[in-house]
């Protein structure tokens, strides 16, 4: 199950919806859009006529809130079964469910993250900075993960086997909690370099602080 949160972004949502459609997989796969409001869910059911797609009206509670619900609502006991979770403002490469599904053959494996790609010019300042910053934590990432030792995930693209967690704790930074609460379970943490998410930073100042 692929979980996408997003909130009023319905072309972006609509890009990153296509994104999973369009990988080169043969697993079977189904995408959850949560968003909390209705006009962006009917956009996007009116662009995208696809089976494997359904939707949750966001109840606007928080990310964390909306996570243990999906978390509960579509959870499995096998946990061969994974999530993938991302957000409706960013879209993955074609390669990203192949490398993800093979990671967790290990079943050590408890959770991984892929590697955030700036889409911005790096000839203006903000631009650059998304560069500097998003190359930091993928060498980071890369890094601890090599190591065996504990690190933070993304947000932007992360994935978790199943049957293991049923709740994202209210008040915390999923990328930051999720990969905790499988290390404190004994499961090992992988960065994948080769699974790609691609970002739209913010191009002003006013937008880079709000985020």
Known sequence: DIIITSYKEPNSTLRSIKSFLN?????KF????????????NFLKKEIRDQRVVYFLDPGEGKSYALSILFQEYGSTNNDD??????????????????IKRAFEDP???????KTVSIDSRENKFGYWSHLLFTGGN???KRLSQKGNFFEFTGYLQAIRKGVIFECPEGTSDDAIIPYLFWKKGYQLRFLEKA???VKNPSNWVDWTNQ
């Open 23 to 27: 990988q080169s997989t043969n697993e």
């Open 30 to 41: 189904r995408i959850i859009v949560c968003d909390p409001f209705q006009e962006v869910i």
């Open 82 to 99: 994974i999530f993938v979770l991302t957000d409706g403002d960013v879209y993955v490469s074609n390669n990203c469910l192949e490398e």
């Open 108 to 114: 050590r494996i408890g959770g991984i993250t892929g």
């Open 139 to 141: 060498n980071a990432r």
């Open 196 to 198: 790609k998410v691609y």
